[in-house]
């Protein structure tokens, strides 16, 4: 049953909004969903508050628990046994949380926004990501793209896959995410871009770069 961390050491990198969209496109296929909130700041709860007075035969319930203090792996390992899938949503900056999800995850996704100083943080990220990988040789790295811009002119993101090539414990997907107002405007409402009527060509968009995104990383 996949353990699923989507995370890195950087914040506002899209690691919520791909956590919560790739949950609702699970919950529609009917699994069995659990997010642990690690963070603070409750995102993925208030999203799930959100979403749990929209629950309907196509909005799913996906369960959420907050988990900001204690044994957070003892949890996690707990929640795996009860759940299809789990997955962790911890603030970038806590390290604590990141060495925690990295022992325990079966796939860790780190997006990063196609900069230099995002990409510069992987610098950072590849001990722990190494270090973990002795613990738990299983662990799938996964790196994406969050946030790029949609102008094709922009070479951002061959730019930043170029980087990424430099760190072989890290697989580049080939599935990139765009910024795109859709994101904003279903997380407010409690639901994944592919919980909603696709209204125009960005949002459809959306939806394809969230079902890419769950089939690349084979869960
Ligand atoms: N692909 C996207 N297109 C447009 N807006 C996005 C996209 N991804 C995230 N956002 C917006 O960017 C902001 C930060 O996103 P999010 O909360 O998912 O990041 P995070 O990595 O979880 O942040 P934190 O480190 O604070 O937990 C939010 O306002 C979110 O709606
Ligand atoms: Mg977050």
């Known amino acids: 049953m996949p353990k699923i961390y989507i995370g890195g050491n950087k914040g506002g990198t ?68 009860r759940y299809e899938y789990v997955f962790l949503d911890a603030a970038g900056v806590d390290q604590k949380n990141l060495r925690h999800g990295l022992i325990t995850a079966d796939v860790f996704l780190v997006p990063f926004k196609p900069t230099q100083f995002d990409l510069n943080n992987l610098i950072l990220l590849q001990p722990i990501i190494e270090e973990a990988l002795i613990v738990n040789p299983e662990l799938n790295v996964y790196a994406v793209i969050s946030m790029s811009p949609t102008n094709p002119r922009v070479k951002e993101v061959d730019e930043a896959k170029d980087f990424l090539r430099e760190f072989p414990q890290i697989r580049i997907l080939e599935t990139f995410i765009c910024e795109r107002s859709i994101y904003h405007l279903s997380a407010s409402e409690g639901l994944g871009v592919t919980e909603l009527k696709a209204k125009t060509e960005s949002n459809k968009k959306a939806q394809k770069e969230i079902i890419n995104l769950l089939k690349e990383i084979g869960v």
């Open 14 to 81: 899209g690691k919520t909004t791909l956590t919560v969209n790739l949950a609702a496109l699970l919950a529609s296929q009917n699994k069995d969903v659990m997010i642990v909130d690690a963070d603070l700041q409750k995102s993925s709860t208030m999203w799930n508050d959100e979403r749990s007075q929209k629950l309907s035969d196509d909005v799913k319930e996906i369960y959420s628990v907050q988990k900001q203090s204690g044994d957070l792996s003892g949890a996690i390992r707990d929640l795996n046994r």
